[in-house]
């Protein structure tokens, strides 16, 4: 049979692959199915069909699963990426550790004056380059490099003694240094 005579065949029997569709569990999807294989009746050259009503039916149903593959394949997609997606909220210890944590490095920089604080948020926030501060200040570059070492030794002071303090907090899960020994 020819591809005109497929798309007959198609015509004649469109009523019954509805059914057979829905009957199947295609429900609304039933038509959609059906205008799925008209489009590709039209453009899929099948050769000769001995038994162009049984190759329908096969089509048919290749075609609903086809589409139920999708959905599935679709609906683990989301699921997945909206469990990658999910942010955890901190906890209120969590926060008000953080918040502290970020209190204690804003003093440490501010205690090293206006000048250094200054040139380090210029250059970490702000991405200016170091040559630049150096010529808006009317400094050498190296004075600048060493306001931008103070701070980061301020910074890293500060990260110790508050990791010094989480690891103090911790009570005894970690062992004193007389009992690492015995």
């Known amino acids: 049979m020819t591809q005109g005579g497929m798309q007959a065949v198609f015509m004649e029997n469109q009523a019954v692959l509805l059914r057979f569709l829905r009957a199947r569990g295609a429900g609304g999807e039933a038509e959609d199915v059906l205008q799925d294989m008209w489009l590709k009746l039209g453009v899929v050259d099948a050769g000769p069909i001995s038994e162009p009503l049984s190759y329908l039916y096969r089509m048919a149903d290749n075609q609903l699963l086809d589409r139920h593959r999708a959905r599935t394949r679709r609906a683990r997609r989301e699921s997945e990426w909206?469990?990658?997606?999910?942010?955890?909220?901190?906890?209120?210890?969590?926060?008000?550790?953080?918040?502290?944590?970020?209190?204690?490095?804003?003093?440490?920089?501010?205690?090293?004056?206006?000048?250094?604080?200054?040139?380090?948020?210029?250059?970490?926030?702000?991405?200016?380059?170091?040559?630049?501060?150096?010529?808006e200040l009317g400094v050498s570059l190296?004075?600048?490099?060493?306001?931008?070492?103070?701070?980061?030794?301020?910074?890293?002071?500060?990260?110790?003694?508050?990791?010094?303090?989480?690891?103090?907090?911790?009570?005894?899960?970690?062992?004193?240094?007389?009992?690492?020994?015995s």
């Open 82 to 135: 909206g469990e990658s997606m999910q942010v955890q909220a901190p906890s209120p210890e969590q926060a008000l550790d953080a918040r502290e944590k970020l209190i204690a490095a804003e003093q440490a920089l501010t205690d090293l004056g206006e000048r250094t604080h200054s040139i380090l948020t210029r250059y970490r926030v702000d991405g200016v380059s170091q040559k630049e501060i150096a010529r």
């Open 142 to 181: 190296s004075l600048v490099e060493k306001h931008l070492q103070r701070a980061y030794r301020a910074l890293v002071a500060v990260r110790r003694r508050v990791q010094g303090e989480t690891i103090e907090g911790a009570g005894s899960t970690l062992p004193d240094k007389a009992d690492a020994g």
